[in-house]
């Protein structure tokens, strides 16, 4: 378990699946033994706005390389790549974000402002792994690792009031 005061930085995804039941096989899948967890948010969010806590924010979860111990992560159901992530000829992310969808994430964001006190990044999964791989399709090529929660994401729909600065991209 971790302090509140430990957790500085609000991390934004996208699943990158079709659906909140792929997303949730996804993240039970145990990938490190020895905690018995796999890669969650804390939270995850439909498109029609329901919200489901996953990991309690007092736990680390493994959802952004090295700014685990530091963050929370959401995620926002969007197909994003969704079937292929790393095939350099589709790397579009056209999937918008549903209103519902963005109303609940601004309710959860000034809901963990007021529970965790030292809460004052906010970042996209894109701007803390920028990590680029070989394209699946060809390896002569490389494509970002992480894209979300992409080029859809309407950065300018996180409520001005709440206490978030944008981190400086990595």
Request: hydrophobic share 35%; charged share 25%.
């Amino acid at each position: 378990m971790r302090p509140p005061s430990q957790v500085d930085l609000v991390v934004i995804h996208c699943t990158e699946l079709p659906d909140l039941a792929t997303a949730r096989e996804y993240g039970e899948r145990v990938l490190y033994p020895a905690s018995g967890t796999g890669n969650s948010g804390h939270w995850y969010i439909d498109r029609d706005g329901a919200v489901e806590r996953w990991v309690d924010p007092a736990r680390i979860a493994h959802h952004v390389r090295g700014f685990n111990p530091r963050s929370v992560g959401i995620e926002l159901v969007n197909t994003g790549r969704f079937p292929h992530w790393l095939d350099s000829r589709h790397q579009a992310m056209d999937e918008s974000y549903p209103d519902t969808q963005l109303e609940a994430l601004a309710v959860l964001l000034r809901a963990l402002c007021a529970e965790l006190p030292a809460l004052r990044w906010i970042a996209g999964h894109d701007d803390l792994d920028t990590e680029s791989v070989p394209a699946s399709d060809d390896p002569a090529l490389r494509v970002r690792r992480k894209r979300d929660p992409g080029p859809q994401f309407p950065w300018d729909r996180i409520p001005a009031d709440l206490p978030l600065q944008r981190l400086p991209r990595q």
